[in-house]
């Protein structure tokens, strides 16, 4: 969260001192009375600011796409945990204990990759996937063993879609809105913001609409953008609940 908080400070910050230097460039130009430069700045600003918003809805979209993503895949791996839960209620002993313990296990393992950090979610991806393959290595014996058990089949079935909608989680959450729109919002952002402030100061009027409103509105919503394309940190999160609800309702299980 805190990484998250500097950011907003310095890209308010940035805007608002690039409103200010664009201001100050036009009250001290010598042409500031020309009304031909006066109509050129004007023209520049309406186009950079149009192709700004445009950018910003573009951004927007590309990040609300992926961060309701995320968060269908979470709930749909949530749900295939659960149904493998289910399934292995109807096993044999000793397969039944042992694959119920390792869900409830599982479920632990993947509620701590969420919280991790960027630094710790390996080591928490590595030891969900030795769980998964002490599943696959139960689920496989009892097919060979009962090749004819529909029940078995079924059952390595569920295993198998769990451990895909784990690989599909963390391609998900690998899938950001790329640098190159961050880096040409700012810029844009930056010119569109100097040349407002730019053609306030050729006519010498310090309005807080183009001093501040304007950047404190880019920086708003750039940093909605981030911080949906984030989607783990900031203010706006996919949250855990599947997995918080899950883990929840096979704790109660475990003690009945």
Same mark, same amino acid.
């Given at each position: 969260?805190?990484?998250?908080?500097?950011? +907003?400070?310095?890209?308010?910050?940035?805007?608002?001192?690039?409103?200010?230097?664009?201001?100050?460039?036009?009250?001290?130009? #010598? /042409?500031? *009375?020309?009304?031909?430069?006066?109509?050129?700045?004007?023209?520049?600003?309406? $186009?950079?600011?149009?192709?700004?918003?445009?950018?910003?809805?573009?951004?927007?979209?590309?990040?609300?796409?992926r961060f309701t993503?995320?968060?269908?895949?979470?709930?749909?791996?949530?749900? +295939?945990?659960?149904?493998?839960?289910?399934?292995?209620? %109807?096993?044999? *002993?000793?397969?039944?204990?042992? $694959?119920?313990?390792?869900?409830?296990?599982?479920?632990? *393992? &993947?509620?701590?990759?969420?919280?991790?950090?960027?630094?710790?979610?390996?080591?928490?991806? %590595?030891?969900?996937?030795?769980?998964?393959?002490?599943?696959?290595?139960?689920?496989?014996?009892?097919?060979?063993?009962?090749?004819?058990? =529909?029940?078995?089949?079924?059952?390595?079935? #569920?295993?198998?879609?769990?451990? &895909?909608?784990?690989?599909?989680?963390?391609?998900?959450?690998?899938? /950001?809105?790329?640098?190159?729109?961050?880096?040409?919002?700012?810029?844009?952002?930056?010119?569109?913001?100097?040349?407002? @402030?730019?053609?306030? @100061?050729?006519? /010498?009027?310090?309005?807080?609409?183009t001093l501040y409103?304007?950047?404190?509105?880019?920086?708003?919503?750039?940093?909605?953008?981030? =911080?949906?394309?984030?989607?783990?940190?900031?203010?706006?999160?996919?949250? =855990?609940?599947?997995?918080? /609800?899950?883990?929840?309702?096979?704790?109660? *299980? %475990?003690?009945?």
């Open positions: 969260m805190l990484p998250f908080v500097l950011l +907003a400070i310095a890209v308010v910050a940035i805007s608002i001192l690039t409103a200010e230097v664009g201001y100050r460039v036009g009250s001290r130009s #010598k /042409r500031r *009375e020309d009304e031909h430069l006066r109509a050129q700045v004007t023209a520049v600003q309406a $186009s950079v600011l149009g192709l700004l918003a445009l950018l910003l809805a573009f951004g927007l979209s590309m990040a609300e796409q993503n995320r968060r269908e895949i979470m709930a749909a791996e949530a749900g +295939a945990i659960r149904t493998t839960f289910l399934y292995a209620d %109807a096993l044999p *002993e000793p397969v039944r204990s042992q $694959s119920r313990e390792l869900l409830r296990r599982y479920v632990g *393992e &993947r509620h701590a990759f969420f919280l991790a950090t960027r630094e710790e979610a390996p080591a928490a991806t %590595a030891r969900s996937q030795v769980t998964q393959r002490d599943l696959m290595r139960l689920a496989t014996a009892l097919a060979h063993e009962h090749p004819d058990w =529909d029940l078995s089949a079924g059952y390595l079935d #569920k295993v198998i879609e769990m451990i &895909r909608l784990e690989a599909a989680r963390e391609l998900s959450l690998a899938a /950001r809105v790329p640098r190159t729109i961050h880096v040409l919002l700012v810029a844009v952002a930056i010119v569109g913001i100097f040349v407002s @402030g730019m053609a306030a @100061g050729l006519v /010498r009027s310090r309005t807080t609409i409103l304007v950047p404190l509105l880019f920086s708003l919503a750039f940093l909605v953008l981030a =911080d949906l394309d984030l989607s783990r940190v900031g203010f706006i999160t996919t949250g =855990d609940r599947p997995l918080l /609800r899950l883990q929840h309702d096979l704790a109660l *299980e %475990a003690g009945r």
